[in-house]
């Protein structure tokens, strides 16, 4: 019997649907005048600002830390996140990119 070999297929990385989801997020501060800040990727290294956010956006009234995530909560993350002190004019908020309707719902408390 002749066995014929199949040709290993390409593993080709896709971007992390995480990734695009922050890109989205971004784009949408970007778009309400924010000036947007996210850490580059680093292999072997949490890209995560204090462990917590994933990017930063300030405009001339406030500072964002804003978690960014899909569907799903990470229920340890949001009650570090809520936990943490709140000097003014900074403000913790977590993005649930809600993938059925293609949009964020926002928290800024629980």
């Known amino acids: 019997m002749n066995k014929q070999n199949k040709p290993k297929r390409k593993i080709i990385r896709k971007k992390q649907h995480g990734e695009k989801i922050e890109k989205i997020a971004c784009e ?9 800040w996210k850490p580059i990727r680093v292999k072997f290294h949490s890209q995560d600002i204090f462990g917590l956010f994933d990017i930063i956006a300030l405009n001339k009234k406030e500072l964002k830390l804003i978690q960014v995530q899909k569907d799903r909560k990470r229920p340890y993350k949001i009650k570090q996140i809520f936990k943490l002190p709140q000097p003014k004019k ?7 990119y809600k993938t059925n309707e293609k949009k964020f719902k926002i928290y800024d408390k629980i």
């Open 90 to 96: 900074i403000k913790y908020e977590l993005w649930v």
């Open 28 to 36: 949408l501060l970007k778009n309400y005048k924010y000036l947007v």
